[in-house]
């Protein structure tokens, strides 16, 4: 396909340095591998780099959204909204928790949610919404709260801390925004719960890994919340492993019959170091992201706008859409892409048309404007291990497939 010699270029490998590697030998050689010093350290550090007052690390951004229903009373008889135009864990953990899941269709043109359709599909069954930070940019969040607002009315709290909110709350997938900003606020500080994920993809990894966050001000007691998701974690038991160290303290409760998740040593140290090391990734990341836009966006290519006046995402995933193209040419030019040594990827299939989305009833056709985002989507590498000869590389492969029909 091209003169140059063929590459090899993964879609999304993580960026470990020796210093990551250091930081898991100390933790295996402290004799600490579990939950204990360094999580609690991650803990901290994530806090403050958000500008809360608390998080919480677990195994997964999965694991984090599920736990905040529970935390919150989430259960049957409760409907939960999120996007239809997302990954399965924004949906399948309001399923594990027994509520409904109501998906909304993307705006037109728009990896987003349909904010009209939003408001139409809040009911007094609903009490939470999820919207999905896709790619690292950060929903409406105004626009969000607007709406809640106007539909205050309809809430029915079924426990005392849903009660402290007194409206539909809003649960935050920022599995790809950890470090977004909208309007001067970092993601994380804008929803009332924001679950982000250090899964191996992610820019921030921790091999296997998830935070929750919660914002300031909303009258919740810290500590209380705190000590829930330990306690949701770690079987309900009253004491962590840390705690049951001390001196004649091996004595617990199990408080209710609770789940396993937490996040050990091993994974924190990595993450302690990635943090430290977060500045300059994102940076590289906005780099690549504005080199791919230089080169694809003249020739036609749609994709997803990062930076803004008023707003900067965390640049996780460069999604582009090729105009006139269906399904059938999307899937060739990735395997042509694949040819030429350049793995890539699709965002996403929308839930709707997969097999359990359809036995739970639903209905692509329900759901038009985000197939139409799906069908001509075609994710392009974006890591901070990728060279600006690797970004042009990739450039040039995508120019030479595009240019063998006349797809754009």
């Given at each position: 396909m091209l003169d140059t010699k063929v590459r090899n270029i993964p879609?999304?490998?993580?960026?470990?340095?020796?210093?990551?590697?250091?930081?898991?030998?100390?933790a295996l050689k402290s004799g600490w591998i579990t939950t204990g010093p360094r999580t609690k350290e991650f803990e901290k550090k994530?806090?403050?780099?958000?500008?809360?007052?608390?998080?919480?690390?677990?195994?997964?951004?999965?694991?984090?959204?599920e736990l905040t229903l529970r935390i919150l009373g989430v259960g049957p008889g409760d409907e939960v909204i999120t996007s239809a135009y997302t990954y399965t864990a924004s949906a399948s953990v309001i399923d594990h928790v027994g509520a409904k899941i109501v998906l909304v269709d993307t705006a037109p043109g728009s990896f987003e949610m349909d904010y009209t359709k939003l408001a139409n599909a809040i009911t007094e069954k609903t009490k939470v919404i999820i919207p999905v930070d896709i790619a690292g940019k950060m929903c409406n969040y105004d626009l969000i709260y607007e709406i809640v607002e106007?539909?205050?009315?309809?809430?029915?709290?079924?426990?005392?801390?849903q009660a402290l909110f007194n409206r539909v709350i809003v649960l935050t997938d920022a599995a790809h925004a950890f470090g977004a900003e909208r309007i001067e606020l970092k993601c994380g500080q804008v929803a009332d719960f924001t679950c982000f994920s250090f899964h191996a993809v992610k820019n921030l990894t921790t091999a296997e890994g998830g935070a929750v966050v919660w914002g300031s001000g909303?009258?919740?007691?810290?500590?209380?919340?705190?000590k829930q998701y330990m306690l949701y974690s770690l079987h309900g038991q009253s004491k962590d492993a840390?705690?049951?160290?001390?001196?004649?303290?091996?004595?617990?409760?199990?408080?209710?019959?609770?789940?396993k998740c937490n996040m050990t040593d091993i994974m924190a140290g990595i993450g302690l170091i990635q943090l430290e090391r977060y500045k300059g990734l994102l940076n590289r990341r906005k780099e690549i992201i504005e080199m791919y836009d230089r080169a694809l966006l003249p020739l036609g290519i749609q994709s997803l706008?990062?930076?803004g006046e008023e707003f900067a995402s965390s640049g996780h995933l460069y999604l582009a859409r090729i105009p006139g193209i269906g399904e059938t040419e999307r899937n060739e030019i990735i395997v042509k892409m694949a040819e030429a040594g350049v793995a890539c990827n699709v965002h996403y299939k929308p839930l709707p048309m997969f097999t359990a989305y359809k036995n739970l009833g639903f209905d692509i056709k329900d759901y038009a404007n985000a197939y139409k985002q799906y069908v001509?989507?075609?994710?392009?590498?974006?890591?901070?291990?990728?060279?600006?000869?690797?970004?042009?590389?990739?450039?040039?492969?995508?120019?030479?497939v595009i240019g063998q029909k006349e797809w754009v």
């Open positions: 879609f999304s490998p993580p960026d470990i340095t020796e210093e990551e590697i250091e930081e898991v030998i100390k994530i806090a403050e780099y958000v500008g809360v007052n608390k998080a919480v690390c677990l195994n997964s951004a999965t694991a984090a959204m106007s539909k205050r009315e309809l809430f029915k709290a079924n426990n005392g801390l909303l009258g919740l007691d810290d500590e209380w919340l705190y840390l705690a049951k160290t001390q001196k004649g303290a091996w004595e617990y409760d199990i408080v209710y019959p609770a789940y706008k990062h930076y001509n989507e075609i994710t392009l590498p974006l890591h901070t291990l990728l060279s600006n000869d690797d970004v042009e590389y990739i450039v040039d492969c995508l120019k030479a």
